[in-house]
Each structure stands twice: as structure tokens, then as C-alpha cells.
């Protein structure tokens, strides 16, 4: 089992806002290794570890397993991401922004998707009227051509 390593927007993501501040201050420090998310089962409760030489856990391997007050290793991040150090303050501002709007869009998508269903209802409904509508046409027309037949003799 390991502990994977996931990009900086992801992780914003993971650890809300209830860490956001705690999350921006350990990256301005950037004095650790990996900083590993801890959550319950629920993701109800969620915590931040630093990880590096002179912690209580040097190194990622050392982490997993390891079970803190009921929560789990859920993932980590590396202060440094493709060469370009993530402990820069603007760049900590832009990853928090890019989490706010990714989880804009799942909101979007969430209320699109809501829409689509309830078109999709609706557009049920209106064929079963129409189905029923055209079986009451061919009764009314069968019946006028009875009425026709019968009055003509």
C-alpha cells in the first residue's frame, strides 16, 4: 500500500476550506518533504501532516499505515511541482482559486445534469399525452365513421 501523490489544485480540493489557511501556511514554509491529508472514512474530519528530515515521520513510506486519532493517509503533495517551487505565495493564491472554481463548475455540472433530468421527465410525459391523445383521435374518428355509416342507412 502507499500514499499517492496527487497535483496541488487536487489537494486543495480534498482538504476544503476547514484547512485552507493551515494548507497556505505550511506551503509558504515549505520546510518538509510531502504533506500528507488525513481523513476519517466520511471525509467529515480531515487533518495535514509535514512529512521530511527532522519530523517525526521522515519519509513518505513511514506514514503509511499509520492511523491518527481515527483518521487515515488519504494523499500527499510535494511542496515542489514540475520544477517550479509551490511554496511561492501567488502561486499557493492561484492554486486555491483554481480549487474554488473547479468546485464552481462540479456545481454547474451538478445543477446541469439536475436539468437534464427533469427535461427528460418532462419530455417523457409529453409523449405519453400525445400517444394517449392520438389513440383518442382514432376513437372519436372510428366512432364518427359508425355515425356516418349508420346515418346513411
Keep these: 500500500m502507499s500514499i499517492p501523490i496527487v497535483p496541488y489544485s487536487a489537494f486543495c480540493s480534498l482538504a476544503s476550506d476547514v484547512l485552507a489557511d493551515e494548507l497556505a501556511s505550511l506551503m509558504v514554509q515549505g520546510d ?5 491529508l488525513f481523513s476519517d472514512l466520511h471525509g467529515m474530519r480531515v487533518a495535514l501532516l509535514a512529512v521530511g528530515a527532522g519530523r517525526r515521520y521522515a519519509t513518505l513510506a513511514d506514514v503509511v499505515g499509520v492511523e491518527i486519532d481515527g483518521l487515515r493517509a488519504l494523499c500527499a503533495v510535494r511542496p ?7 511554496n511561492d505565495a501567488g502561486r499557493v493564491e492561484r492554486e486555491k482559486d483554481v480549487a474554488r472554481l473547479e468546485e464552481g463548475l462540479k456545481a454547474r455540472e451538478a445543477a446541469i445534469a439536475e436539468g437534464e433530468q427533469r427535461l427528460a421527465a418532462v419530455w417523457h410525459d409529453l409523449t ?3 400517444s394517449r391523445l392520438d389513440q383518442r383521435e382514432q376513437v372519436v374518428e372510428k366512432k364518427e365513421r359508425e355515425f356516418s355509416s349508420v346515418k346513411a342507412t
Excluded at 32 to 36: D, G, I, P, Q, R
Excluded at 80 to 86: I, L, Q, R
Design 128 to 130: 405519453e399525452r400525445e
Design 80 to 86: 515542489e511541482v514540475g520544477g517550479v517551487v509551490a
Design 32 to 36: 518538509f518533504a510531502e504533506l500528507v
